[in-house]
């Protein structure tokens, strides 16, 4: 009985999240129609950005466009998760069989995985990037501003 209450309140966590991840979504939405500013919109600049790119600068301009790949991949599996999420959690009332339900509940599942790879991807990149040719970046993205890097 305790394992089951448990799981039960772990699960009603995972729903409340899923709805708090749907809001968040929605602002950033906003947030870009607003600005004029989005993942695709950056994604084809960078791509337009490496075609024109001379020979010194094609690696830079193909980090740029790989990285905006991962940003547009993550914004249409958070989609993804955001709609197979309310699908699964209103299926009866949408009357999915259960057959169906099972399957975007699969699907739902393993792309759970994507966000693990992408998060451990995104972190190690961002260490890569202060060791490296970007130091100081993490302290601006604690501070919210483009500070000059310390000294070293």
């Given at each position: 009985?305790?394992?089951?209450?448990?799981?039960?309140?772990l699960w009603e966590w995972h729903v409340?999240?899923?709805?708090?991840?749907?809001?968040?979504?929605?602002?950033?939405?906003?947030?870009?129609?607003?600005?004029?500013?989005?993942?695709?919109?950056?994604?084809?600049?960078?791509?337009?950005?490496?075609?024109?790119?001379?020979?010194?600068?094609?690696?830079?301009?193909?980090?740029?466009?790989?990285?905006?790949?991962?940003?547009?991949?993550?914004?249409?599996?958070?989609?993804?998760?955001?709609?197979?999420?309310?699908?699964?959690?209103?299926?009866?009332?949408?009357?999915?069989?259960?057959?169906?339900?099972?399957?975007?509940?699969?699907?739902?599942?393993?792309?759970?995985?994507?966000?693990?790879?992408?998060?451990?991807?995104?972190?190690?990149?961002?260490?890569?990037?202060?060791?490296?040719?970007?130091?100081?970046l993490i302290s601006n993205m604690i501070?919210?501003?483009?500070?000059?890097?310390?000294?070293?």
């Amino acid at each position: 009985d305790i394992a089951n209450g448990f799981v039960d309140r772990l699960w009603e966590w995972h729903v409340y999240l899923g709805y708090t991840l749907g809001v968040l979504f929605l602002l950033r939405i906003l947030v870009a129609i607003v600005q004029k500013e989005s993942p695709w919109r950056h994604f084809r600049l960078g791509l337009a950005q490496y075609q024109s790119a001379g020979a010194q600068d094609k690696r830079d301009s193909l980090h740029y466009v790989l990285v905006r790949s991962g940003y547009l991949a993550f914004y249409i599996a958070v989609l993804f998760m955001i709609t197979s999420g309310l699908t699964m959690n209103y299926g009866d009332s949408l009357h999915l069989s259960d057959a169906m339900q099972d399957n975007i509940l699969e699907v739902h599942e393993t792309f759970q995985w994507f966000f693990i790879v992408f998060v451990a991807c995104h972190i190690g990149g961002v260490i890569v990037a202060e060791l490296g040719k970007y130091r100081g970046l993490i302290s601006n993205m604690i501070h919210g501003g483009d500070r000059p890097p310390p000294k070293r």
